[in-house]
């Protein structure tokens, strides 16, 4: 049977008070948009379109999908109008899913049983809300649909009815054609409603069957920047969640943002205020301590993340500590039991075994080797105001205090290179390099005195 998906995306979205089209507004850094499309492709349909409208060429640009066929709707005449002019695309065989481009957790299980009532009627997917103002009621007698009532023309009972229409429905396509044709604008809003289907198909005596929605976020669609900021927390207590049944130990699934995607090993400890963006793989045993941020990194099994750590497309090691106030910036590799402290930014660099490099350094286009002790304050003089160059540090070398290695530049293995030094020349092997003026002390000097 041949399943056609029509997402309606061509809302303003006034409400958000925004030049980035409603649709496009990111949830947990992906736009909205992109959840509905990946819950269509989940169900493998046989075509998708999208109706955009306002802002489409940016939603288009957005997606740039072969598989997907864009329809524009020039004015937002109503939901009805949107299907309308998706239907020259449609096939005549086979039924048609009509999902919202704002309502994002939308799932795969309700879109499958509807999808299976939808063969042969029409079914709406409904839900009980407490609070249901705002939205078309599903009036029923003798407990069958006979019509959707949008809240503006309800009258004063129908505006009790609790049951809401959530806007997802699955209808044939021959009927769904057909009563496209009949739909009018005679209503409080000017607007030609899909929700008027129902009442054809009752004129058509043909039933219209429900699904019911048992989780409200799955139903719910987004008009304002609160309503994002409601469903943002929504779908991050969802993915902690699904990282605590792994076994992750979150401290408040309340406090940690998952911007992407996070693949956990066993007892791995993440403390508050924790944001995690893009793909980030932990290993056994690692700890992330408080108001960390990890992108697109990997860390080793036993690896510690002390607070406030900015970690950025990084691949670390076993048994390391980090920070805390560690800055690791795009290419830096860690091996293993390496100890990176306070005010430390490493960029583009290798930093192999048993290596610390505890305070305040900046090491950028390096190559440190194995048990190194960078001092606090040295760092690697990278640019030269035009170019990069870089810097190697061999096995067991000792860098003194507020040394300063202008690259390129490459310190022999053992050498030690005394505090305050300002290194311009490859530093010899097992050697103490001194590269500093003479202490001199003068006798008899006497401090200045105010005039
Ligand atoms: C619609 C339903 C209402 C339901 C509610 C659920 C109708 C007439 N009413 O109401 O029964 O309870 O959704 O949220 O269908 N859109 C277009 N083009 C248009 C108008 C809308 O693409 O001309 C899109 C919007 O971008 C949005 C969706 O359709 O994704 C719903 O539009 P919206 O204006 O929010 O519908 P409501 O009037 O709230
Ligand atoms: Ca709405």
Redesign the pocket.
């Known amino acids: 049977m041949s399943l056609s998906i029509v997402i ?4 303003k979205g006034t409400r958000m008070r925004s030049d980035l089209p ?1 649709v496009l507004q990111p949830l947990a850094h992906k736009p909205l948009l992109g959840y509905v499309i990946n819950a269509s492709m989940s169900v493998n349909p046989s075509q998708l379109v999208i ?1 955009y ?1 306002y802002g489409g060429n940016l939603v288009k640009k957005a997606f740039p999908s072969e598989h997907i066929q864009w329809v524009e ?1 020039k004015e ?7 299907v309308q002019q998706a239907i020259p695309l449609i096939k005549d065989e086979g039924c048609t899913l009509i999902l ?3 309502v994002p957790l939308i799932d795969q299980e309700t879109i499958q049983s509807l999808i299976k009532k939808g063969q042969k009627n029409l079914v709406v997917l409904t839900y009980q809300k407490e609070n249901p103002k ?3 009621r599903i009036v029923r007698k003798d407990d069958r649909i006979q019509k ?1 009532v ?1 809240e503006k023309d309800c009258d004063a009972l129908q505006k009790n009815i609790k049951e ?4 997802i429905m699955c209808a044939p396509n021959h009927l769904l054609k057909n009563w496209l044709k009949r739909l009018n604008n005679q209503n409080v809003q000017k ?1 030609y ?3 008027d289907i129902v009442g054809l198909s009752i004129e058509d005596n043909i039933e219209v069957l429900s699904e019911s929605a048992d989780n409200e976020v799955s139903i719910t ?1 987004i ?1 304002s920047k609160f309503e994002l900021a409601t469903m943002e927390r929504s779908y991050q207590l969802m993915t902690a969640k699904k990282l605590m049944e792994e076994g992750v130990t979150i401290i408040d699934p309340s406090r940690i943002d998952i911007r992407g995607e996070v693949t956990a090993g066993q007892d791995v400890l993440i403390d508050v205020g924790c944001i995690f963006e893009g793909k980030v793989i932990l290993g056994n045993h690692v700890k992330i301590a408080a108001y960390s941020h990890v992108k697109d990194s990997v860390i080793g099994d036993h690896t510690s993340i002390e607070p406030y750590s900015h970690i950025v497309q990084s691949v670390i090691g076993e048994n390391c500590r980090i920070g805390p106030f560690a800055r690791l910036r795009p290419g830096t590799k860690l091996q293993n039991k390496v100890h990176i402290g306070n005010f430390v930014e490493i960029k583009n660099s290798e930093v192999n075994n048993e290596t610390n490099i505890n305070h305040l350094s900046y090491v950028g286009d390096s190559l440190v080797g194995k048990s190194v002790n960078i001092g606090a304050g040295a760092i690697t003089c990278n640019y030269d105001g035009a170019n990069k160059h870089p810097t190697t540090i061999e096995d067991d070398v000792f860098i003194g205090s507020n040394t300063a290695l202008v690259a390129p530049i490459k310190i022999g293995k053992g050498a030690t290179i005394a505090a305050g030094s300002t290194i311009t020349k490859d530093a010899p092997p097992g050697e103490l390099t001194v590269s500093r003026s003479k202490q001199t002390s003068i006798s008899g000097w006497t401090k200045p005195t105010k005039k």
């Not at 937002?76 to 949107?82: F, P, V």
């Open positions: 309606l995306a061509a809302g409603k109706v409208g709707q937002q005449l109503g939901t009805g109008h949107a919202y481009g704002d705002g939205y078309g959707i949008e809401i229409n959530t806007g607007e409603y899909l929700t669609g008009n």
